[in-house]
Structure formats: C-alpha cells, structure tokens
C-alpha cells in the first residue's frame, strides 16, 4: 500500500491534513502521551508530532511521507523508521504510549505487534475507518480493556491499556 502514499505524500497534508489532526486531538485526549517514549506507528507526515511533548518516534514504510515528517520533528527530540508496522524493529516494550491513526484497516497485524513494543499499563490508540467496522471484533479481541470512542469523525478510536 506504501506506493499510493508514495505518490501523494507532497500533497497529502493538504488532502488530508485537517481530517487527520481532529482524529490526533481525540486520540490524545482520550490516551494522553505521557513522559516516555511515544510511538507513532504509520505516522505519515509526521502531523501528531506537534501535539506530543515526550521523545517522538514515528514509525512508515513510505520514505517520502518520512522525509515530509523529517520538516515537522526538526530541532526536537524524535527519530524516524522506514518500517512496516505489522513488523516493527524495535525491543519489546520500548513504547509508554502507541498512537496509530488510520493504520489498521491495512496493517491487520499492527495491534497484536503494537502490544509487544507496548510498556505495562502503557496505552494504545488506534483508529478504524467505520466504513470498516467489519475489523473492530477483530480489534478489541486482540486489545486488553477496550474501550471504543464514537465521536463525530470518519474513524472509531479504540483505547487499550495494557495490563
């Protein structure tokens, strides 16, 4: 999937970019970042960086969306990987806080992955497009202590903590 993102990444935070920080907003709201390191895994431009104070690592397999993010984390404390999400490089439980937007309906994997970078009593974030709803048993078997936030957005955002 990584080459239509390859194709729109110059234009991609103008296509998409107000849509996508209202979902970043919630999501942070709803599993605030906290003081340790913060995975943003299929971060695209980079648009959550702005909205999380802690050590940023942004995680994509498109190398342009990468190189959009690189102008957004300059001059901060953050690091980004070319990676697939569903396999991601990194030790087990590196992360305090996951946040995966609009990532999961093309990385099925991604959740169970996620939980293995994941800290104890971190929080994972991730959102699902409702046109795929068809996904979220799928999702919430996977994730300890679920909890869905429906608000007035194109994506469900699914809260797990782990135990």
Known sequence: ????????????DELYGEEQEAKHREAVR?????????????????????????????????????????????NRLADLVCADAQKMPFRPQAFTTIYSITVVHEAPNLTREA????????????????KRREMLPH????????????????DLIIIGRKA
């Open 30 to 74: 709803a599993a605030p970042p906290g003081q340790g390191p913060v995975l943003d895994a299929g971060c695209g431009t980079g648009l959550l960086a702005k909205l999380i104070d802690a050590y940023y690592v942004g995680l994509d397999k498109s190398l342009p969306m990468l190189k959009k993010a690189r102008e957004k984390v300059r």
């Open 139 to 154: 999702i919430l078997r996977q994730l300890p202590n679920p909890k869905v936030i429906d608000e007035d957005l194109k």
């Open 1 to 12: 999937m990584s080459l239509s993102y390859d194709l729109i990444a110059e234009a991609y």
């Open 115 to 130: 939980l293995t970078t994941l800290k104890e009593g971190g929080h994972l974030a991730i959102t699902l497009l409702k």
